[in-house]
């Protein structure tokens, strides 16, 4: 199989008119930008006001409009090249959107269409979501969020677990790029010393007895902003900090966690989470602490003690051994 690349459909050339003029080197002042892109003063106020709305670090102080930062824009066809040849030839379709509401929606709407293994990748969701309904904030053309596309031959319980053996994926793709001590929380979080790093949402779709497909979204913190730091209202972290100077670029990340993933998913399908089962446990965050847990018949605490053959939390409690194949769980202050 030939992978395929979409190139049209994300980066500078389908961003807003205003973003290739923007840098952050240079001011440039209302009216020229109103000149060099032909329109009104008031449309180049508006688009900039709906970028700064959905996080870009935008200053409009005395001189003009200022990027802060610059823009790490991710290409389909480097992301490809990046690839071992053998990978290469296991990857459906890589392509990159400037704006979707959800990598994982448009996944799901063409989920009869798109190759087995197709990665869409997107500079901007405006409606990311994550685990239990909520929101993904990732400000445009600086974190990484995408989903995949895999089909099994098996039904829905043969995917137990699979959150998991993604997360291992993930954490290793991450080592490959220089961040250290990535550990993974219980059901879907990657983490670095407590604080978020990034998280996983599978859906599913297919026959319930098989075969299925699974739509695997994924989001990475590459650099937080004060102001998304606020608007994620937990605590967060991003490479940035974990990796400094040395963080990796969006496409560099991008070809280290599909290059991961595409053996993963492979293994999974062939031999479900027991292969994956010692790797998990050795980035297990949560294994021997107090938590607290939110079920659906209700909240109680515990200490946490690994996962199961399936990957459901194993808990003890007063009464006895527990284990949960979903709940919200957080660590116990001391």
């Known amino acids: 199989m030939r992978a395929q690349t979409d190139m049209t459909a994300g980066g500078p050339a389908a961003a807003p008119a ?9 001011r440039m002042a209302g009216p020229e930008l109103a000149r060099q892109l032909g329109v009104s003063r008031a449309a180049v106020w508006k688009q ?5 709305a959905a996080g870009l670090e935008i200053d409009a102080g005395n001189g003009g409009y200022q990027l802060l930062r610059r823009l790490d824009w991710l ?9 071992p040849a053998g990978v290469r030839r296991r990857v459906g379709l890589v392509e990159n959107h400037w704006r979707v509401d959800s990598t994982s929606s ?21 409606a990311g979501r994550g685990r239990r309904g909520r929101r993904w904030v990732s400000p445009p053309a600086t974190n990484l969020q995408f989903s995949c596309l895999k089909h099994f031959s098996g039904g829905y319980a043969a995917l137990s677990g699979l959150s998991l053996a993604v997360g291992v994926a993930a ?12 550990g993974l929380k219980w059901p879907n979080d990657l983490v670095h010393a407590d604080a978020k790093l990034g998280g996983i949402l599978i859906e599913l779709g297919g026959e319930f007895m098989g075969p299925c497909f699974a739509v695997i979204g994924i989001g990475i913190n590459l650099r937080l902003s004060p102001n998304a730091r606020r608007a994620l209202g937990r605590s967060c972290t991003d490479l940035a900090g974990v ?12 070809a280290a966690l599909v290059e991961r993933l595409v053996d993963t998913l492979e293994t999974f399908d062939a031999a ?6 010692d790797a998990w446990a050795a980035r297990d965050v949560l294994a021997g602490r107090a938590i607290r847990v939110e079920a659906a018949r209700g909240a109680f605490d515990a200490v946490a003690d690994g996962v199961d053959a399936r990957g459901a939390l194993r808990v003890r409690t007063a009464d006895g051994l527990r284990c949960l194949d ?8 001391q």
């Open 18 to 26: 205003v973003l290739r003029l923007l840098r952050p080197d240079r």
């Open 326 to 333: 979903s709940a919200e769980v957080s660590v116990r202050a």
């Open 106 to 126: 448009e996944c799901l709407r063409r989920a009869a269409k798109l190759p087995d293994a197709a990665f869409v990748f997107a500079d901007w969701q405006d």
């Open 48 to 52: 900039v006001a709906a970028l700064r």
């Open 75 to 83: 290409e389909p066809a480097a992301v490809l090249r990046s690839l």
């Open 243 to 254: 990796c400094g100077t040395a963080a990796p670029t969006r496409n560099a990340l991008a």
């Open 272 to 277: 479900g989470f027991a292969g994956f089962a």
């Open 171 to 182: 954490a290793v793709a991450l080592a490959d790029c220089g961040a250290a001590g990535v």
